[in-house]
């Protein structure tokens, strides 16, 4: 199964037995398989890997989980006894991947921070807002990921992009589908 992995930037990461050193390309094997405890550690949902690995030189990976795999119900966090680094990925195109997962099951559960429902503002290098008429801003340089679901389920039926640039999207302006600028109100 394809899954996600987070490393700190010398490409270690801690396991149960302490700290571990990965090369891309490799695969790894281990005896047994449980999470939190042994095993190769990944998410299935891309947006996983933030909850342990979120600063700006970490590095993170497409990683194919295979042999004996254990889940539990911690950010879709999985444990698995075999594991191979398939390809690096930025942190924006971990949120595109993200966005992929979250079109391909629109009804898990969702508790990362950088997605919002209908409406969302930040500083960071990406954010994600779904919804039924989702709107974003960022500053420049802001990747804006806008989900539309249909008007009656949670199923995301498009997905759109767009980059704060300070020309055509400008900074801390709401922008909607079709990069359609927003007046947003302020709540009382």
């Not at 539990?72 to 991947?97: M, Y």
């Not at 990747?143 to 300070?166: A, P």
Request: aromatic share 10%; hydrophobic share 30%.
């Amino acid at each position: 199964m394809i899954a996600y992995k987070g490393f700190h930037k010398d490409m270690t990461c801690t396991m149960g037995k302490g700290s571990f050193r990965y090369e891309q390309g490799v695969t790894y094997k281990e005896e047994s398989a449980k999470c939190t405890n042994t095993g190769f550690h990944c998410t299935e949902d891309p947006l996983g890997c933030l909850f342990w690995y979120d600063k700006n030189d970490d590095r993170y990976f497409m990683v194919r989980a295979e042999g004996d795999i254990n889940e539990d119900d911690c950010h879709s966090k999985i444990s698995c006894t075999e594991i191979t680094l398939v390809k690096e990925l930025t942190r924006v195109q971990l949120a595109a991947h993200a966005c992929r997962y979250m079109q391909k099951y629109p009804k898990r559960k969702r508790d990362s921070r950088y997605v919002y429902e209908e409406k969302g503002k930040t500083e960071e290098d990406f954010i994600i807002v779904r919804g039924k008429h989702p709107v974003a801003a960022g500053e420049k340089g802001t990747i804006l990921f806008l989900l539309q679901e249909e008007e009656k389920s949670t199923k995301i039926r498009m997905i759109e992009v767009y980059e704060v640039d300070g020309k055509e999207i400008k900074a801390g302006q709401y922008y909607g589908m079709g990069g359609v600028k927003v007046k947003c109100r302020k709540k009382n």
